[in-house]
Every structure is written in structure tokens, then in C-alpha cells.
């Protein structure tokens, strides 16, 4: 098992710039590739997007591609979200999450969760 602990979360003004942190515990997350997806008040969990084991590929929500960059350090047991240029209708928690193969989109794929942290943009 591994345990996920999201971090970063903060206001930001829309335009600005916020990167996220997911530390793992428990197993090495290099044994998993690794996805963020995020929440919105009274909306479904969606996917961000995700890293591959090695971190090596990379793939995006069309909302966020070209805004948003996740990254990996293994050695460091931790995975990244730099989030460029955030709009207001990216308010939501974000939470990060462990699955078998990147290429994975849906929740139900990912078998562990952080506990997610609150990322604010004001406008």
C-alpha cells in the first residue's frame, strides 16, 4: 500500500502560478504511475491528468492541457502539479492518486487517494 498526502493549496489570483505537492509513504511510488484530479463544489471528481512510473509520458484534460504540468521525483517519493495561468473555474481540491497505467482517466482505476488540498483562484 501507499500512503498520498497532498500539499500547496492556497488562494491564488487568477494568472499567477501554484505548484502541488503529493508525498508519498508506504511503498515506493515508483511502482505506480500517479494522477490528479480535482473537485468542484457539487460536481464529480475529474481528471487532470497523469505521469507515467518513469515519468516519461504525460497526459492532460483538455481544460487544463497547455496551463497544467505534473512531474515526478521519484527519489523523493513525490509528485508534482504546477498549475500556470489558474482561472477562477479551476477552484475546486485537488487530490492525487496511485493506478497501474497513466493512461488511466476514470476514479474507479486509481486504488489510492490522498486526502486532497483546497486550490482557490480569485478573479
Known amino acids: 500500500q501507499v500512503q498520498l498526502v497532498e500539499s500547496g493549496g492556497e488562494l491564488v489570483q487568477a494568472g499567477g502560478s501554484l505548484r502541488l505537492s503529493c508525498a508519498a509513504s508506504?511503498?515506493?511510488?515508483?511502482?505506480?504511475?500517479m494522477g490528479w484530479f480535482r473537485q468542484a463544489p457539487g460536481k464529480e471528481r475529474e481528471f487532470v491528468g497523469s505521469i507515467s512510473r518513469s515519468g516519461s509520458s504525460t497526459l492532460y484534460a483538455d481544460s487544463v492541457k497547455g496551463r497544467f504540468t505534473i512531474s515526478r521525483d521519484n527519489a523523493k517519493n513525490t509528485v508534482f502539479l504546477r498549475m500556470n495561468s489558474p482561472k477562477p473555474e479551476d477552484t475546486a481540491v485537488y487530490y492525487c492518486a496511485a493506478t497501474m497505467v497513466y493512461t488511466a482517466v476514470s476514479t474507479g482505476s486509481y486504488a489510492y487517494w490522498g486526502q486532497g488540498t483546497q486550490v482557490t483562484v480569485s478573479s
Open positions: 508506504g511503498r515506493t511510488i515508483s511502482t505506480y504511475a
